[in-house]
């Protein structure tokens, strides 16, 4: 059984930073991209970034602010978030994207699995 596993989320001072984890067990995804969407209160899920092999991918909302990265041998993929945004503020859920699958940006329907999402808020 697949599971992800979010941690890192938290409530920043805008300007701030965070780091958030997402730990994967019941299969290795090595191969696979895995990603980061959020979702703020009354809007739709949205895309953040994705990581294939080392080539990472990110919405033009955090380009530049927000790096990504995986670390194979322990399943993991990471978000670094620097200098957070009010707009920031969301559920940011971890995801893996079906085998094979790759594009920019990724969309929900690429997703074969979800973590249960971290909070991140973001004061002003």
């Known amino acids: 059984q697949v599971q992800l596993v979010e941690s890192g989320g938290g409530l920043v001072q805008a300007g701030g930073s965070l780091r958030l984890s997402c730990a994967a067990s019941g299969r290795t995804f090595s191969s696979y991209a895995m990603g980061w969407f959020r979702q703020a209160p009354g809007k739709e899920r949205e895309f953040v970034a994705a990581i294939r092999w080392n080539f990472g991918i990110y919405a033009d909302s955090v380009k530049g602010r927000f790096i990504i990265s995986r670390d194979n041998a322990k399943n993991a993929v990471y978000l670094q978030m620097n200098s957070l945004k009010p707009e920031d503020t969301a559920v940011y859920y971890c995801?893996?994207?079906?085998?094979?699958?790759?594009?920019?940006?990724?969309?929900?329907?690429?997703?074969?699995?979800w973590g249960q999402g971290t909070q991140v808020t973001v004061s002003s």
């Open positions: 995801a893996t994207a079906r085998y094979g699958i790759w594009r920019n940006p990724l969309i929900q329907s690429d997703i074969e699995y």
